[in-house]
C-alpha cells in the first residue's frame, strides 16, 4: 500500500540502520523539538527527529552523530513536532474539488493523509470513476488512500443512479495499488438482512485483508443493529450523541466522530470520553464531507482537533484519535500515524497543542507547507471528455414541468414535506397544509418546492414535491447536480419559472450550482467533472461558493452551511425523509410515500 515512487520501509531499513546507528548521514533532521509521542501520550522536549529515505530512522536526545555536511537540520526549538493528521473518512468531491486541488487545500492545514471514499463519482461514472479518482490520488505528496465505494446505488429499487458497483467490481478493486478497503455500507438494511451482494462485497473485502467501512444511519440499536455488525462493518461515522458512540465502541467498532461542513457531531459524541471514560483507542476523528469554503477559510483536520479540545477532550488524546488511531484502524499501524522509527516522516511543526497553528508541514521528508502556504506540487490527471460530459436531460425544462397538480376537486391538501435540520444530516418528515390554486399546490410560507430532474440517461423524469427549513423569499430557485448519493439535478425554488431556468443553465453547462432570483442568475458555481469537482485551484472555488452562500442569504436563507443540506436532500440512506427519481422516501420504513395525506 505504497505509493509507487515512495520505498518501502523493507526497501531502505538498511540505510535507516545505518543512519540510526551513525554509519551514514541522515538526509534531514529536526533538532530540539517537543517529540508528541501518540503512542505514549507524552509530549518529551528536547529530541530530534532524524530522517532517512523519506522515513525516521530514529528519535534521539542528541542526533549529532547522525548529521553529515550535506544533512539539513531543521531548528525545532520550542516547537511541537506532531505526526501530520489523518482523516479517517471523508469524500474528496464534497470538496467540489479533484484530488489535486482538494490536497493543495489541505496540506498547509496539517493534513497527511487521507481514507476517501469516491462513491459520489461511482454514481456517475462507475467504477471507471473510481479509477480515475485512484489513480490522481496516487499522483500527490501526501498519502490519499481509497476506499472502493459499495453502495451505488445506496438504496436498490428507491434510486437509479448513473452507473451499478456490483461484487465483481469490488473484487477487481481490491487489487489495485491504492486501494485501503471498502467504502462505507450504505445499504444497512441490506447488510442486516443478509442481502447476497452486500455480503459478497464485504467477503471481497475481508479475504484481501482490507478494512470494511460501515454506515449505519439509524437510531435503532436493537436487533438490526446487531445484524448489521455481525455483517463486518468495521467502523460507523453517522453516530450522532453519545449512546451512539458508545454502543459502537462496545460491539468492537471504531466509532468516527465528524466535524465537516455541515455535521457537528463530536460534541454530542466524545463524552463518552471525557465524562464516561471510555477508552479513547477505539475512537477516530473525521470530516466526511467538506465544503471549499471551509477548507480554504477554517481548515481540515486541525479545525476538528481544536474543535474536540474545546469540546473538553485532552489535547493528545484529540490528536491520537487523528493520528495512530486513524492508522491502526486501516492497518497502517507501522506505516504512519506516529512519529516512531520506520514510519514516513509526515510531521508537523506548531508552538501550541491546543489551538495548533500550522508553521511547517512535512510529508515523506519533504517540506510540503510553511505559514499557510502549499510549497508541494499536485499533479493533475488528464480527465477525459467521458467525465466531462455527464449531465444529460431530455428536453429544456419549462414551468411545467415543475407543477404539482392538486388531487380532483381539491381546494387543499395536506403534503408530507422533508423538513431541513441544520447542521445534521437527518431530515424530519413533516405535514404540512397548502392552499391550492387552478388546481396546481402552490409552496406558502417556509414551505417551497423540491424537484429531482433525472441527468444520467435523459429519460426526462422530474419528481416533484416540498421541502421546509430553507427561509427563501421572493422568486427564486436554486439547482445542483451535487445530489448525494444518485447525483441527478436537485432544484429547491419558490417560483417554477426559476426552477426552469436555474435546471437548464446547469444542463447547458455540463454540471454545477446556480441561484436565479426573478430571472437573474445570482451566483455560479462551474463543476465540469461529472457535474460534481472542478479542476481550478480551492480558492476560486471556494471564492465562487462564497458567492452562492450569499445569493442564499440574501434570498432568505439564514441556514448554517445551508448548500450542504441542499446537496443530501436525495440521500435515500439517512431518515427520515428523501427525494429521489422514483418518489418520496420515508427512510425510516424504506418506501415510497405520496407526496399528499387525506385530509382529517
Given amino acids: 500500500m505504497v505509493h509507487a515512487l515512495f520505498p518501502s520501509w523493507p526497501d531502505v531499513a538498511a540505510n535507516l540502520i545505518n543512519v540510526a546507528a551513525g554509519r551514514s548521514p541522515a538526509d534531514l533532521v529536526f533538532r530540539g523539538g517537543i517529540w508528541v509521542n501518540v503512542h505514549s501520550r507524552e509530549c518529551l522536549p528536547d529530541h530530534d527527529i532524524v530522517v532517512a529515505s523519506g522515513r525516521i530512522a530514529c528519535i ?24 501530520g493528521l489523518c482523516d479517517g473518512h471523508m469524500h474528496i468531491e464534497s470538496g ?3 484530488p489535486a486541488e482538494f490536497a493543495r487545500a489541505v496540506i498547509p492545514h496539517g493534513t497527511t493523509t487521507m481514507f476517501t471514499d469516491p462513491h459520489e463519482i461511482a454514481n456517475v461514472l462507475g467504477l471507471q470513476g473510481v479509477r480515475m479518482m485512484h489513480d490522481e490520488a496516487l499522483l500527490q505528496p501526501i498519502n490519499i488512500f481509497t476506499q472502493m465505494p459499495s453502495c451505488a446505488p445506496s438504496a436498490p429499487g428507491l434510486e437509479t443512479t448513473g452507473y451499478e458497483i456490483t461484487a465483481d467490481d469490488v473484487a477487481e478493486a481490491m487489487t489495485w495499488p491504492g486501494i485501503i478497503g471498502l467504502g462505507e455500507m450504505m445499504n444497512f438494511p441490506g447488510v442486516a438482512h443478509a442481502d447476497p451482494q452486500m455480503l459478497a462485497e464485504i467477503a471481497a473485502t475481508q479475504r484481501a485483508g482490507k478494512t470494511v467501512g460501515g454506515h449505519y444511519a439509524s437510531p435503532d440499536l436493537g436487533p438490526d443493529f446487531a445484524a448489521y455488525v455481525a455483517g463486518g462493518p468495521a467502523d460507523d461515522h453517522e453516530g450522532t450523541c453519545e449512546t451512539d458512540a458508545i454502543a459502537r465502541v462496545r460491539q468492537g467498532m471504531r466509532a468516527m466522530m465528524r466535524l465537516g461542513s455541515a455535521w457537528y457531531d463530536v460534541q454530542r459524541q466524545i463524552t463518552a470520553i471525557t465524562q464516561k471514560g471510555l477508552d479513547p483507542r477505539s475512537f477516530i476523528l473525521c470530516t466526511d464531507d467538506c465544503h471549499s469554503g471551509t477548507l480554504v477559510n477554517e481548515g481540515h483536520m486541525n479545525r476538528v482537533v481544536r474543535h474536540a479540545i474545546a469540546c473538553g477532550c485532552d489535547p493528545l488524546i484529540a490528536l491520537q484519535m487523528a493520528t495512530i488511531n486513524t492508522a491502526t484502524h486501516f492497518g497502517l499501524e507501522r506505516e504512519l500515524g506516529s512519529l516512531t522509527p520506520g514510519r514516513r516522516a509526515d510531521l508537523i511543526l506548531t508552538p501550541d497543542l491546543t489551538t495548533l497553528p500550522i508553521q511547517q508541514v512535512w510529508a515523506r521528508g519533504k517540506l510540503v507547507a510553511r505559514n499557510g502556504l502549499c510549497l508541494a ?4 490527471y488528464d480527465w477525459p471528455d467521458t467525465a466531462r460530459r455527464t449531465v444529460r436531460v ?3 425544462l419549462t414551468q411545467a414541468d415543475f407543477a404539482i397538480a392538486a388531487p380532483t376537486g381539491a381546494n387543499a391538501v395536506r403534503a408530507n414535506v422533508i423538513g431541513v435540520v441544520e447542521n445534521q444530516a437527518p431530515t424530519k418528515a413533516l405535514q404540512r397544509d397548502l392552499i391550492v390554486q387552478d388546481g396546481l399546490v402552490e409552496s406558502q410560507g417556509d414551505t417551497c418546492q423540491i424537484a429531482l430532474v433525472e441527468r444520467h440517461r435523459a429519460t426526462g423524469g422530474v419528481t416533484n414535491a416540498f421541502v421546509s427549513g430553507f427561509g427563501y423569499e421572493g422568486r427564486m430557485a436554486m439547482a445542483s447536480t451535487v445530489a448525494h448519493d444518485s ?5 429547491v425554488g419558490t417560483d417554477r419559472e426559476q426552477m426552469a431556468l436555474a435546471a437548464n443553465r446547469l444542463a447547458e ?4 450550482i446556480t441561484l436565479y432570483r426573478d430571472g437573474t442568475e445570482l451566483a455560479l458555481v462551474e463543476l465540469p467533472i461529472a457535474g460534481l469537482m472542478s479542476d481550478s485551484p480551492a480558492r476560486d472555488v471556494a471564492a465562487k461558493a462564497e458567492q452562492m452562500v450569499q445569493a442564499m442569504i440574501d434570498c432568505g436563507c439564514t441556514l448554517n452551511n445551508a448548500y450542504m443540506q441542499h446537496s ?3 440521500l435515500v440512506v439517512i431518515p427520515e425523509l428523501r427525494i429521489s427519481d422514483k418518489g418520496l422516501i420515508d427512510v425510516r420504513r424504506f418506501k415510497e410515500i405520496p407526496v399528499f395525506e387525506p385530509l382529517s
Fill in 568 to 570: 443530501l436532500l436525495a
Fill in 487 to 491: 447525483h441527478h439535478m436537485i432544484v
Fill in 509 to 512: 453547462l455540463g454540471g454545477g
Fill in 96 to 98: 467540489m474539488l479533484t
Fill in 377 to 380: 506540487e499536485c499533479p493533475h
Fill in 394 to 396: 431530455k428536453q429544456s
Fill in 60 to 83: 534521539v536526545p542528541d542526533a549529532r552523530h547522525c548529521i553529515g555536511p550535506e544533512t539539513q537540520v531543521v531548528e525545532a526549538q520550542g516547537l511541537y513536532m506532531v505526526p
